[in-house]
């Protein structure tokens, strides 16, 4: 039992990693879907102002 290393930090270290990872692809995901629909949103304006026009 005195012999067995210790391995709580580096458990914790890899729980932070994969949250970091996690983090990075959510915001990725959310700004390449939040210029499509920010385009999307655009183009029906578009058509609704040419539309009343």
Same mark, same amino acid.
């Given at each position: 039992m005195l $012999? &067995?290393?210790k391995e709580e930090g580096q458990g914790l270290v890899e729980y932070g990693l994969i949250l970091v990872l996690i983090a990075v692809v959510v915001i990725f995901i959310v700004t *390449? &879907?939040?210029t499509a629909i920010q385009n999307i949103f655009s183009e029906i304006g578009? %058509? &609704? $102002?040419? %539309? *009343?026009?």
């Open positions: $012999f &067995l290393p *390449t &879907l939040g578009s %058509a &609704l $102002f040419e %539309a *009343t026009n």
